[in-house]
């Protein structure tokens, strides 16, 4: 059985950081954040799984 990344929120599941709380301010989130610092690499290879998979759903072949 395959286990879910996701929590039943439907966000990534994670350790909580007052950054993710509930109710926090907007200034919390990019830009306004200062500490925000992205893994643009890590992002890049997510794009590109996610990429593959949609095509796959969606019936597109190579």
Not at 5 to 13: E, K, V
Not at 17 to 36: K, L, N, Q, R
Request: hydrophobic residues 35%; charged residues 20%.
């Amino acid at each position: 059985m395959r286990t879910s990344r996701f929590s039943s929120t439907g966000t990534p599941a994670r350790k909580r950081s007052s950054a993710y709380a509930p109710g926090a301010a907007v200034e919390t989130s990019y830009p306004h954040f200062g500490a925000f610092n992205p893994d643009e690499r890590a992002i890049g290879y997510g794009i590109r799984a996610m990429a593959g998979w949609l095509a796959a759903r969606a019936g597109i072949k190579r």
